[in-house]
């Protein structure tokens, strides 16, 4: 890995220890590290990059990573996607890119991608309007329970168990969109299910989480434990190819231990939270993005090098993300 000093940019509305831990990891790697919102970035065509970063100016970061999008209007958060886009224009490397953000955001493209990729997952149904969701409902629960989820929620907040139709809620608390799941019908309490950190094509660590809560967040008082060595096979090749398949550069793929013996991939998170995970991993997880990060400039910059030099025969240059 080279000692040239990158400038490291990275995108989130708050310091917590997560983000604090990876700012800590660029620089010990002597990069100049910024943190800032993203809804702080601006278009600015003045600009000879036509974007403003209050922590760069004009200069364009060597690479950014999107800790997370922050709330808004949907004309303010697709404003801040499309920086991400344009930064992608401008070649820079972003961890995630805005297409992976947008693919694990819509839990719905989520689902839809990891059934096309042909891995186990819930049936799963996304409608508008209640009428729709009632159809649903009304075919699937004599299979079994399904479960409503935000479209766009996370940290297990707004789930909500449907037995009956009448568990349905109106369409102003959902925004008049069904999110709608098979619930996994597992052993508990305790319930659990597994968390797997991905980065840059492999696994870093994983952990299974534990609660008398069936929804298994670390936010709703689960707790982190070492994964069964004899899981740790199967659960590495779902969640590499759930990360592949919503083209994520890292992620945190969320896997359930149905009673019946399957493993069930429920969803993969683009901005992944790991404060859990660090409790029981072995890897510095930080460290390991900061790492994967800098290698990967690294080698775009050595292929753009051997590029520019005539070849004896045509180089491919990897993409950037």
């Not at 800032?36 to 003045?46: G, M, R, V, Y």
């Not at 409790?279 to 994967?292: C, F, L, R």
Request: charge should be neutral; include cysteine.
């Amino acid at each position: 890995m080279s000692f040239v000093k990158r400038k490291i940019l990275i995108l989130n509305n708050q310091s917590g220890n997560r983000t604090t831990a990876l700012v800590g990891a660029f620089r010990q790697r002597g990069c100049e590290v910024a943190m800032e919102p993203l809804s702080a970035l601006q278009f600015d065509t003045e600009r000879p990059s036509g974007l403003y970063f209050a922590s760069f100016g004009d200069a364009l970061p060597d690479a950014v990573i999107v800790r997370s999008v922050g709330a808004g209007t949907f004309e303010a958060v697709t404003r801040r996607l499309g920086v991400l886009h344009a930064l992608r224009k401008l070649s820079v490397p972003v961890w995630n890119s805005a297409q992976a953000i947008e693919r694990c955001v819509d839990k719905s493209m989520t689902t839809f991608l990891i059934k096309r990729a042909g891995l186990p997952t819930p049936p799963t149904f996304s409608v508008e309007g209640l009428p729709a969701a009632q159809a649903i409902a009304a075919r699937e629960l004599p299979k079994r329970p399904l479960v409503l989820k935000p479209l766009f929620g996370s940290q297990g907040r707004g789930i909500r168990l449907i037995k009956t139709l009448g568990d349905l809620p109106p369409p102003e608390e959902v925004d008049d969109t069904y999110y709608l799941q098979h619930y996994v019908e597992r052993a508990g309490p305790p319930f659990s299910d597994f968390r797997v950190f991905v980065c840059a094509g492999r696994v870093v660590d994983m952990m299974v989480r534990r609660g008398d809560n069936w929804i298994t967040n670390i936010q709703k008082g689960a707790v982190p434990g070492l994964v069964p060595q004899d899981l740790r096979a199967r659960l590495s090749e779902y969640a590499l190819s759930a990360t592949q398949a919503v083209e994520a550069d890292f992620a945190g793929v969320d896997i359930m231990p149905a009673a019946d013996g399957t493993l069930q991939v429920v969803e993969v998170n683009s901005m992944p939270a790991w404060s859990g995970l660090q409790k029981v991993a072995q890897a510095d997880i930080a460290g390991t993005i900061a790492d994967e990060m800098l290698r990967f400039l690294d080698e775009r910059e050595k292929f753009s090098s051997l590029a520019s030099t005539p070849p004896s025969g045509r180089i491919a240059v990897p993409a950037g993300t």
